[in-house]
């Protein structure tokens, strides 16, 4: 996302550092939507991280360990990684886990490295209000560090285990791949494939990210990112509370909320299945898809694409220039808008879209 080509006229010579920057820039997988073309701000960019404060790996795949990983992200700062010149999975046989006394923490794979949770594990978390992860504010629902960002990275096999009781979606709930609850949260030219959460829960979702209370309500970021093959009771790709998206340029393609009895739960039903690839909730939020393709999503209740409910009627889900196709759900949706469960003030805005 960030920076472009350098393109070379005849004779024309680039230092030997540059000209490397310039070949890998070329050589990086493009993930998301190929046609999308929308507009994305400063914010939700990826971060130049030519001067990482560290590197996992010393050149050979060997080298790139879960232990490396985890050590990594505790201690912070923009990581990147050095597996050798092929792509390399690195299967995560423990979480890797924000500490948060930590400003900022890059995670950047160059578009080579995948962190498998090898269907067993959670693969990245941060939560500002853990006190095993040190809590730093008074007031840890809204801090505005640390700063988590992914990019050029795949995401594959997570697993988040924990079921949704009275008042735990809170603390670890939902996102199989990447869970967020605190600080400040973007993800930018990556993949997610394959991940899962706990399969039952009226409000417990995001199959390959959770995210909960960001600083202010500033908007998590998803950028040129695809989301496939996810499951999970609410929200097969991303889920939140009190959450505001701007989803640019994403690829969402067969993804399932598999839980059933809906949000509250019906009598005798463990609750979920609403929002085949989003599922947002809460309060005062917005919603906003940008040059995006949803397509081929399930949701065993409601909204086999988007599943939209602001309580208080202050929130708005936005449109444009994007394709929702094929999205069916079992139970409900807005007769006006295939694949959409909608409950806001007024209507979606929509903007030189195609829904059916």
Not at 170 to 198: H, M, P, W
Not at 248 to 253: G, K, S, T
């Amino acid at each position: 996302m960030a920076g472009g080509l350098v393109l070379l006229t005849a004779g024309t010579t680039l230092a030997a550092p540059a000209a490397r920057a310039s070949q890998e820039a070329r050589q990086l997988p493009r993930f998301g939507n190929p046609h999308g073309n929308a507009y994305v701000p400063a914010a939700g960019r990826a971060v130049n991280t030519s001067d990482p404060n560290q590197v996992i790996g010393n050149g050979t795949p060997a080298s790139c360990t879960s232990a490396a990983v985890v050590s990594a992200v505790a201690k912070g700062g923009i990581i990147t990684f050095n597996c050798g010149p092929k792509p390399v999975t690195i299967t995560m046989t423990a979480t890797a886990k924000v500490v948060n006394t930590s400003q900022q923490i890059v995670l950047a794979g160059g578009g080579l490295v995948t962190l498998s949770g090898g269907g067993t594990h959670q693969i990245l978390y941060m939560d500002t209000c853990n006190p095993s992860q040190k809590i730093t504010t008074d007031d840890c629902w809204d801090q505005r560090w640390p700063r988590l960002v992914v990019q050029n990275m795949t995401f594959t096999d997570g697993y988040s285990a924990v079921r949704q009781t009275k008042g735990t979606y809170f603390g670890g709930g939902g996102g199989g791949a990447i869970f967020d609850e605190g600080g400040q949260l973007k993800v930018v030219d990556s993949r997610f494939t394959g991940n899962r959460c706990y399969q039952y829960g009226p409000d417990l979702g995001g199959a390959a990210i959770r995210a909960l209370s960001q600083y202010r309500n500033r908007t998590v970021y998803i950028t040129k990112d695809t989301f496939t093959g996810g499951s999970c009771s609410n929200g097969g790709a991303l889920s939140s509370i009190d959450v505001t998206w701007d989803v640019i340029d994403c690829l969402m393609v067969g993804n399932q909320a598999i839980g059933y009895g809906q949000n509250p739960a019906l009598p005798g039903t463990p609750g979920g299945g609403s929002g085949g690839a989003i599922y947002t909730d809460g309060d005062n939020y917005r919603l906003m898809i940008y040059g995006s393709i949803i397509r081929g999503n399930y949701a065993r209740e409601g909204g086999g694409a988007i599943f939209f409910v602001v309580d208080n009627r202050h929130g708005t889900l936005t449109i444009e220039n994007s394709t929702l196709r094929l999205n069916p759900s079992g139970v409900f949706w807005t007769r006006a808008y295939p694949g959409i469960f909608y409950h806001s003030s007024g209507h979606p805005i929509i903007k030189n879209s195609k829904i059916s």
